[in-house]
């Protein structure tokens, strides 16, 4: 089964900036949207951001004017730059991509730890 796989997190500044990646191992066809949830211990799984194949984006609200998903067609790559990060942004962040069939798929998850 083709995998998601994403990289870039790790730990930063109050203030500073992360950028993930997410892309799939192998062929995998029509990707409907592609995007980001994330998950701090003892919080609910929240969207992050989402980007469908029309270019149309959706984030959290916690997140607007900070978080800019984008992505490669070509590639079936997404990327989220996290800039003028927080704290509260600390938790583990799982790329998913939906195929038009209705499957949706996850990455292996990667943390991003945000110092005061």
């Known amino acids: 089964q083709v995998q998601l796989v994403e990289s870039g997190g790790g730990l930063a500044q109050a203030g500073g900036s992360l950028r993930l990646s997410c892309g799939p191992s192998?062929?995998?066809?029509?990707?409907?949207?592609m995007g980001w949830y994330r998950q701090a211990p003892g919080k609910q799984r929240e969207l992050v951001a989402g980007i469908t194949n029309g270019g149309s984006t959706n984030y959290a609200e916690s997140v607007k004017g900070r978080f800019t998903i984008s992505g490669d067609s070509s590639r079936n790559t997404v990327y989220l730059q996290m800039n003028s990060l927080k704290p509260e942004d600390t938790a583990v962040y799982y790329c998913y991509a939906r195929q038009r069939a209705g499957y949706v798929h996850w990455g292996q998850g990667t943390q991003v730890t945000v110092s005061s």
């Open positions: 192998g062929s995998m066809s029509s990707i409907s949207t």
